[in-house]
């Protein structure tokens, strides 16, 4: 069972290129979560979400309840910001659920 | 991901071995979290807490065990170490409320030889 699907599963983007990792999901949600993975290291909280829109410096967290999907954008990519982006969901019983995450290379 | 951490960062065992990875939070947490990450996988519930002295069971919690004595601490233990529990393991830790966020650990990255 998936609750939560992410794609694409990898992506390759030149440096500055606007970059769009989607999120769906099939429970019933209390808010969802964005978050990033660099190599071999520890989980961030980018963004938290109910609904709307977020923006945090060049990135953009967008959530449509209705539709049950998010997406997370980022402007002008840097190679800073190759990672892993996981999209995560926590229902309404306080559970978690994670996407297997996107995998971004920037290429300078 | 101040707040929230892991010990140890890194560990091999041996096949039988038992060990314990402790997760300690200083943000006065209700609820807490053990996952683990496989390659192609998403985060796993393996056990969650949600107060002082109560642990329930998550998606994957055979061969696991743990505790929270302490509010700011939650135990995971394994008795009897196998290959298949070679993982990264997270923990996390979210306050009551609907707006609360969810702080993550550094990770902790288990081999089983």
Not at chain 1, 2 to 16: F, I, R, W
Not at chain 1, 77 to 100: E, K, L, M, W
Not at chain 2, 14 to 21: H, R, V
Request: hydrophobic fraction near 35%.
């Amino acid at each position: 069972k998936n609750e939560v699907e992410q794609s694409p599963q990898n992506l390759t983007a030149q440096e500055g290129e606007f970059i769009t990792i989607n999120c769906s999901y099939s429970v019933g949600i209390s808010a969802l979560h964005w978050l990033q993975q660099h190599p071999g290291g520890g989980i961030v909280s980018l963004f938290m979400l109910s609904s709307g829109k977020k923006k945090h410096g060049r990135l953009i967290a967008t959530i449509n309840i209705q539709e049950k999907h998010s997406s997370l954008h980022i402007t002008a990519s840097h190679p800073r910001d190759s990672a892993v982006y996981i999209c995560a969901v926590r229902d309404t019983g306080n559970q978690f659920y994670f996407g297997t995450g996107t995998s971004l290379t920037v290429i300078p | 991901n101040a707040g929230v951490t892991q010990t140890p960062k890194f560990r091999v065992l041996k096949t039988g071995q038992s060990m314990t990875l402790l997760c300690a939070q200083d943000m006065n947490h209700e609820y807490m979290y053990w996952y683990r990450q496989d390659p192609g996988m998403g985060l796993r519930l393996i056990h969650y807490s949600v107060g002082e002295g109560t642990t329930a069971k998550g998606e994957v919690p055979d061969g696991y065990n743990v505790s929270r004595l302490k509010k700011q601490n939650f135990l995971l233990g394994l008795e009897s170490a196998a290959p298949s529990q070679t993982s990264v393991y997270f923990c996390a830790s979210r306050g009551q409320g609907q707006g609360n966020e969810a702080f993550f650990g550094q990770g902790t990255r288990l081999t089983v030889v």
